[in-house]
C-alpha cells in the first residue's frame, strides 16, 4: 500500500474557527511532511517530522500547529487563520528524512481549505 | 543554495506529438533530480528520478529524462502525447546534506491537442 491519505477533501472555515488536518500512511514511513500550495504554484515546504520528532519548520507562523502523535500520522491544527492562508494543503510521507537526499516522496491529495 | 528553473510554463502539444518539457538545475554539489505530476486536484506523483549511474532514467507512464551535466540539465520527454498527459509537471532537486528536503521548479502546464 503506498498510499497516504488526508481528510477532509474540503475545509471551510471562519477566521476564527479552530480546525484540523489530518493525514495518515501505513507504508512504515518515518518521515512525513505539510506542504501548502497555491493555485498554479510549486508546493511549500512548511514542516518535516523525522521520527515523530520535528526537524523542520520552515518559519510557518504560529497559527499554524502540526503535531505527529505517532509514526503514522499527522495531524495540523489550525486557529485564527487569515484569508491568505486559503490553499490546498498536501501531506507526503518518505522512509527517512535526515539520511536524504534520494528517498521519493509520496503525497497524499491534498485537502483544498478556504478560510472566510 | 540549489534551484530549478522550468522554461516554460505553458507547453501545448498535439495528441501523438512529442513531448519535452524543460529542466535545468544550480547546484554546487552532485543533484539529486526529480520529476512529478500533478493532476488537477490530486496530489503529486512521482514520474521518476535521478539519483547516481545512468543518466538516462526511465519513468512511468512512457516518460524519460536525461541527466546532462554539462549543461546541468534533466528534460523530460515522452515520443508520444496522449490526451491523459495533461497535467501540470514540477521538476525537483535535492541534496547530499540537506536530508531529503525538495526544491521545486514553478512547474509546467502540459496541453495536450487533438
Known amino acids: 500500500d503506498t498510499e497516504v491519505t488526508q481528510t477532509p477533501k474540503h475545509l471551510v472555515m471562519g477566521m476564527t474557527n479552530k480546525k484540523s488536518l489530518k493525514c495518515e500512511q501505513h507504508m512504515g514511513h518515518r518521515a512525513m511532511y505539510w506542504y501548502k500550495q497555491k493555485a498554479k504554484k510549486p508546493p511549500e515546504l512548511m514542516f518535516v517530522y523525522s521520527y515523530e520528532k520535528l526537524s523542520i519548520n520552515e518559519s510557518v507562523p504560529s497559527r499554524f500547529s502540526p503535531e505527529c502523535p505517532n509514526s503514522s500520522l499527522l495531524n495540523l491544527h489550525l486557529h485564527a487563520l487569515q484569508p491568505e492562508d486559503s490553499a490546498l494543503y498536501l501531506c507526503a510521507s518518505s522512509q527517512e528524512y535526515t539520511r536524504g537526499p534520494n528517498y521519493e516522496q509520496y503525497f497524499g491529495p491534498g485537502t483544498r481549505l478556504t478560510v472566510t | ?114
Open chain 2, 1 to 114: 543554495a540549489q534551484s530549478v528553473t522550468q522554461l516554460g510554463s505553458h507547453v501545448s502539444v498535439s495528441e501523438g506529438a512529442l513531448v519535452l518539457l524543460r529542466c535545468n538545475y544550480s547546484s554546487s554539489v552532485p543533484p539529486y533530480l526529480f520529476w512529478y505530476v500533478q493532476y488537477p486536484n490530486q496530489g503529486l506523483q512521482l514520474l521518476l528520478k535521478y539519483t547516481t549511474g545512468a543518466t538516462l532514467v526511465k519513468g512511468i507512464n512512457g516518460f524519460e529524462a536525461e541527466f546532462k551535466k554539462s549543461e546541468t540539465s534533466f528534460h523530460l520527454t515522452k515520443p508520444s502525447a496522449h490526451m491523459s498527459d495533461a497535467a501540470e509537471y514540477f521538476c525537483a532537486v535535492s541534496y547530499t546534506g540537506g536530508g531529503n528536503k525538495l526544491t521545486f521548479g514553478t512547474g509546467t502546464q502540459l496541453k495536450v491537442e487533438l
